[in-house]
């Protein structure tokens, strides 16, 4: 047994995997039950003797990967999660194995580095400032900052922290005043509620943008919003948008709600989790017009830039108020030290952390800026094929024109033949969509994260669902 020999093992039963996914003789996915899995894995036998190593370890990961819901399958539509490029998942593997926990510099200056490159990377695509490299302090420039966290709920979270911070700075010694609050379109992921009850504010304080039948928000119904929310003698700690909306794909129209919040000097977040790629595409950036204005924006990787969970930004336009965000002192981490490079701790609600830039880094490093914008292109391109296709079937109805990869349909028939259709599709193991509720009614949910899903998956898929409801 050698670490060679076992990492030989575990690429080989992967690249296995990704070819049978990918030539789609496997189910999409195959829910077996827990107790069955458990048992089968054997679970309790290895961890109370170990030596899970050579032929007992590909047949462990035989059993795993037969189990495994397969993003690399054509018939993933599920959830806003990557198909990763395997050059990312080495970098997870990187990271694994050197485990540089590098929220501070000295414990990973290579993944730190390069943290801090790609977040100024990030910025530059948003179009703001980039960090000076530490130790070359260019000037008085405003720039801006941020920080790679685990996942977009806590990148929100973070945002949403230094929101507070800036509206309240003694807010970290004296705790909430009770007049927080946020404003917020109702289809906000429910992270940014979980943020509210997180940070003190209580989502009942979460008021509600109006917004059209896409779900948009109504930039002239703004300022009544808001309005309601001073009549309850609160503050806002934030204005929330969509860019765009997990339910159904759409972008809030920034600009304008920009102006309003820079009017009246509001905090405006952007929650990007899903569709601030757009911004590497030149065809779709502007969807994000105005995005510039905006005070933080959360950007996932490990959504649409082809990165494994996790490896969410969260970024400011003004680096000063993510610094402040979390006034803390803990005297064995934070103290006057000299030092080369930059600690990403201050920023960031981990301590230990992960260095989630390599994997974004290595992804990219490999398909270049180029194809990462194709593959944004094709993956909108692809989904409006399908919405246009749809449109020609009597039976099939969407409740919005997609503007990314989301397209949301549903079958003539009440919400529960929506739900049936998808438990059965799921059960078949050809197709995996997902399913939201959107205005009131039951949709199924296509999310095309598979760079090999094509116009004619979707042709399959309609055929399956209709013989199901037949
Ligand atoms: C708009 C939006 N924000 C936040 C999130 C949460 O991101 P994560 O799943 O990385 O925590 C999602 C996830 O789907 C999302 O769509």
């Given at each position: 047994?050698?670490f060679?020999?076992d990492?030989q093992i ?19 996915i ?22 899970l190593?050579g ?5 462990f990961l035989d059993t ?25 998942a080495l970098?997870?593997?990187?990271d ?13 200056p ?35 900052g ?7 709920s ?12 800036r509206?309240?700075?003694q ?17 906000a992921h ?32 703004l ?6 929310l ?5 503050r ?7 860019a ?15 102006d309003?919040?820079r ?42 830039v ?5 490896c ?59 194809r990462?914008e ?20 009597p039976?099939?109805?969407?409740p ?6 989301i397209?949301c ?9 929506q ?6 599709l ?7 969509p997902?399913?939201?509720?959107f ?9 095309f ?22």
């Amino acid at each position: 047994m050698s670490f060679i020999d076992d990492a030989q093992i575990t690429i080989q039963a992967l690249h296995e995997y990704e070819r049978e996914s990918m030539s789609q003789e496997v189910p999409v996915i195959h829910q077996r039950p827990m107790a069955e899995l458990v048992t089968e894995l054997g679970l309790a036998t290895w961890v109370r003797d170990g030596g899970l190593h050579g032929r007992k370890l590909a047949q462990f990961l035989d059993t795993y990967l037969s189990a495994a819901t397969r993003l690399h399958h054509p018939g993933y539509l599920a959830h806003q999660v990557a198909i990763p490029h395997y050059a990312g998942a080495l970098g997870s593997l990187i990271d694994g194995f050197t485990n540089n926990a590098m929220a501070i510099y000295e414990m990973g200056p290579a993944a730190a580095s390069i943290e801090y490159f790609m977040i100024n990377w990030l910025l530059g695509k948003v179009g703001w400032q980039a960090a000076p490299l530490p130790g070359y302090n260019h000037g008085t420039e405003l720039s801006g900052g941020g920080v790679l966290t685990h996942g977009g709920s806590l990148a929100n979270l973070t945002a949403l922290t230094a929101a507070r911070s800036r509206l309240v700075p003694q807010v970290w010694q004296d705790g909430n005043p009770d007049d927080l609050a946020l404003l917020a379109p109702q289809g906000a992921h429910y992270s940014i509620a979980r943020a509210a009850g997180i940070l003190g504010i209580g989502s009942r304080a979460v008021y509600e943008l109006e917004v059209d039948g896409e779900g948009k928000v109504i930039p002239e119904r703004l300022a009544a919003a808001h309005q309601r929310l001073q009549d309850d003698g609160k503050r806002a700690v934030a204005l929330v948008a969509n860019a765009c909306s997990t339910a159904v794909g759409i972008y809030d129209p920034l600009d304008e709600i920009a102006d309003f919040c820079r009017e009246r000097d509001l905090w405006f977040h952007i929650d990007g989790a899903h569709g601030a790629s757009a911004l590497l595409s030149q065809t779709h950036r502007k969807l994000l017009r105005g995005v510039e204005k905006a005070d933080s924006l959360v950007w996932d990787a490990h959504k649409m830039v082809r990165t494994p969970t996790v490896c969410a930004a969260v970024l400011v336009r003004d680096h000063r108020a993510l610094d402040a965000a979390f006034e803390q002192e803990a005297s064995y981490i934070f103290h006057a030290k000299e030092q080369p490079g930059f600690d990403f701790i201050q920023r960031t609600v981990e301590c230990t952390k992960a260095g989630l830039g390599l994997r974004l880094f290595l992804t990219l490093a490999a398909l270049g800026e180029k194809r990462m914008e194709a593959y944004i292109d094709r993956q909108f391109a692809v989904t409006l094929a399908a919405y246009e296709y749809l449109q020609t079937l009597p039976d099939i109805d969407c409740p919005v024109k997609p503007q990314a990869n989301i397209l949301c349909f549903r079958l003539q028939g009440d919400d529960a033949l929506q739900i049936r259709v998808r438990d059965q599709l799921i059960a078949a193991g050809h197709f995996y969509p997902s399913s939201t509720s959107f205005a009131g009614r039951r949709y199924l949910r296509a999310v095309f994260m598979n760079p090999q899903t094509s116009l004619e998956h979707i042709k399959q898929l309609i055929a399956e669902i209709r013989g199901l409801a037949a």
